[in-house]
């Protein structure tokens, strides 16, 4: 049985213009050990697909199967606002771990913000933080509640270039020092950042609808580096693959589509630079 499984799902929302179906038929098995990316375009229903893995919604049909203890990394930090670095990794240490007395939770809060680069900003609260320091608290504190699944929802999508190479390193340090395989389901709009960090790639299509396509393996020893995967000819194949499936369903979506074609215009063919390739926000 699959680590973590999706079986058949549909979600729709109802609102006041009616029914939304944003997620139809998907289907996903992800592996013990295994790390899969799903990439797609903002709005496509990623961070529904993530909440639904999550337990945190649930799906009108299908069904949803976890081998193990989840943490989450969402989108938005979500960090509480009124309490420090320290006091939310060491609640989410307290909830998993309500046995281990104050000390202990708090040694082992200390030790995963140390792990991410800080150790000498416990005691300040998320407003005093900038926006990778807060995404780091909130790896932290994925990783100090000691899960057996990681669900990421784009955990670096709100940083700057360089914040975000920095965090996706800490990210492969903190999987391969956790000491056993962490089997992670990552969403990420960065076909890049997928190739650095997956063994697995899974483009979904668009809005709405939007459905999971083939897996695409992405065969690179790991760990990686962000510069060996620029010229890598299996880095390179990999991502014309992803690229070419979203992109291909677009043009077919857009044929159909009574309105006349959307703009695909930005979505570059393989080997431009990681901005490039990041997906932008549907206006
Ligand atoms: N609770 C909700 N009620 C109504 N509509 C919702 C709800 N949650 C999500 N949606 C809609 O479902 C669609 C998918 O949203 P979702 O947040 O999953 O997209 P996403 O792929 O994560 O986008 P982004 O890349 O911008 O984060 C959107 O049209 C959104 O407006
Ligand atoms: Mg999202």
Redesign the pocket.
């Known amino acids: 049985m699959a680590y973590i499984g999706i079986e058949q799902v549909s979600k729709s ?3 006041e213009k009616g029914a ?1 179906h ?1 997620l139809d038929a998907v289907n996903l098995a992800v592996e013990e050990g295994e790390f899969v990316s799903v990439v ?12 639904l893995a999550a337990g945190l ?1 649930a799906p009108d049909s299908g069904r949803v199967r976890l081998g193990g203890r989840a943490s989450v990394v969402f ?1 938005n930090y979500s960090l509480l606002p009124w309490f420090s670095a320290l006091e939310n990794v060491r609640l989410a240490v307290e909830s998993e771990f309500p046995g281990w007395d104050l000390k202990r939770q708090k040694e082992q809060a200390i030790r995963f913000l140390d792990m991410v680069g800080l150790g000498a900003a416990l005691e300040k609260r998320p407003s005093q933080l900038s926006g990778g320091m807060r995404q780091r608290v909130a790896i932290a504190r994925a990783f100090a509640s000691e899960p057996q699944i990681l669900l990421l ?2 955990p670096f ?1 709100a940083l700057d270039a360089l914040s975000r190479g920095n965090l996706q390193q800490e990210l492969i340090r903190m999987c391969s020092a956790a000491g056993r395989a962490v089997t992670a389901l990552m ?1 990420t ?1 960065s076909v890049e950042e997928a190739i650095l960090l997956s063994d697995r790639i899974v483009p ?1 299509t668009r ?2 609808r ?1 459905t999971l396509g083939p897996s695409i393996s992405v065969p690179l020893p790991k760990p990686r580096k962000p510069e060996q995967l620029l010229h890598d000819p299996d880095a390179i194949r990999t991502q014309a693959k992803v690229v070419e499936f979203l992109t291909g369903f677009e043009h077919s979506a857009a044929v159909r589509a009574p309105g006349g074609p959307r703009s695909a215009a930005f979505l570059p063919s393989a080997g431009h630079s990681r901005e490039a390739v990041r ?1 932008e ?2 206006s």
């Open positions: 929302f109802q609102t939304r944003v797609g375009y903002s709005g496509s229903g990623k961070s529904t697909l993530l909440a919604i989108q929802d784009e999508g969403i709009n979904l809005a709405p939007a997906m926000a549907e």
